[in-house]
């Protein structure tokens, strides 16, 4: 991998995604428009969002601007928003793409992905729609096959340039792969660092030519509000501080050098200015491969996994559980 060059990752024909993007979950509104500013301003060209974390029209507000004032071009991003949990059917697919091309205020999404392999029955525009037993009201009736075939639609309309999972098994997208009749998932985005690494499901991805996108790279230590308990921190692993300092680096640079060397794109989040700019600053060094080594070796395989859905009530319960 040179170093000195920000690194892109092949997607369908002649799309290219940054393997470094901005993560956008968990940011409120406020500090979003400042961030995502800052982001821009620091050199982020691709930008992670969904419409489950409703903050797309923030985001939008701030593309806008940055086209409007030809500060940007709208071919220079790339912009990632999913389907959500309620829009799991192929009615939902074309309904939740185009709210979620309004909220952002373009014509089309660079990469569009199945937020969950599990679908939720839609009430209004509940996100988490419950049912008496205060449990999400799953539809067990989500068929990928379907919905599969109306996300390539949404390629062939021009609404978005590549389309993609997350969260799925590898069980979950071996089928899929299987029923993709026009177009393959050109990108898996899961929970992906350092106490978790997903060896086998990112040799699957590899082998199948499925790009592979790491949500949470920092360990997700913003979560531990979400999950009401304590998250390890793994910015303070040993290895990866003596790493850090051999190189000058700090250990989130060096969290997310490891992922990128790994040929896996990541989305860290922050809204701290000095820290957004400094997760981008991680292609002018590399890693040995004996640095890769020690770091491969932090991994805690399944005991390492943070989001395991279980925050949401009910969805454990699922006959295909876990994702
Ligand atoms: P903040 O937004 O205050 O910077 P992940 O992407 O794994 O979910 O991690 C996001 C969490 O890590 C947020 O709490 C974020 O806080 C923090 N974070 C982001 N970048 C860095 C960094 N370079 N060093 C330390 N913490 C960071």
Redesign the pocket.
């Given at each position: 991998m040179a170093v000195g060059k920000e690194v892109y990752l092949d997607l369908a024909e002649g799309v290219k995604i940054p393997a470094l993007g901005f993560?956008t979950?968990?940011?409120s509104d406020e500090?979003l428009e400042k961030?995502v500013d800052c982001a821009l301003e620091a050199g982020y060209r691709h930008i992670d969002t969904a419409y489950a974390y409703e903050n797309e029209k923030v985001l939008g507000r701030v593309l806008r601007k940055w086209i409007d004032s030809g500060k940007i071009k709208r071919e220079d991003l790339f912009i990632v928003t999913k389907l959500p949990e309620v829009g799991n059917r192929p009615s939902g697919v074309v309904k939740y793409l185009q709210r979620s091309l309004d909220n952002l205020g373009l014509p089309y999404v660079d990469l569009y992905l199945v937020h969950t392999p599990f679908g939720y029955h839609e009430r209004g525009d509940d996100l988490h729609p419950m049912t008496d037993k205060g449990m999400i009201d799953i539809d067990l009736s989500t068929d990928h096959a379907a919905i599969w075939k109306a996300m390539e639609d949404q390629v062939i309309a021009g609404k978005a340039r590549s389309i993609g999972i997350s969260n799925f098994n590898e069980k979950q997208i071996e089928r899929l792969w299987n029923c993709a009749e026009r177009i393959k998932p050109s990108m898996l985005q899961v929970e992906l660092?350092l106490y978790f690494q997903q060896k086998d499901l990112v040799n699957y991805c590899h082998s199948k030519n499925i790009k592979v996108c790491a949500?949470?790279?920092?360990?997700?230590?913003?979560?531990s509000q979400l999950l009401g308990k304590e998250i390890p921190d793994?910015?303070n692993n040993e290895v990866v501080k003596s790493i850090a300092k051999k190189h000058g680096k700090?250990?989130?640079?060096i969290l997310?050098r490891h992922i990128i060397q790994r040929g896996i794109a990541?989305?860290?989040?922050?809204?701290?200015p000095?820290?957004?700019l400094?997760?981008l600053q991680i292609f002018d060094f590399e890693l040995s491969s004996e640095d890769m080594e020690k770091l491969n070796g932090q991994d805690q395989g399944k005991a390492g996994r943070i989001l395991d859905f279980s925050f949401f009530k009910g969805v454990p319960s699922h006959p295909e559980y876990p994702f």
């Open positions: 993560g979950w968990q940011a500090e961030a660092h949500y949470s790279p920092l360990g997700s230590r913003g979560s793994v910015l700090t250990p989130a640079q997310l990541a989305i860290p989040k922050s809204t701290n000095q820290r957004i400094q997760n």
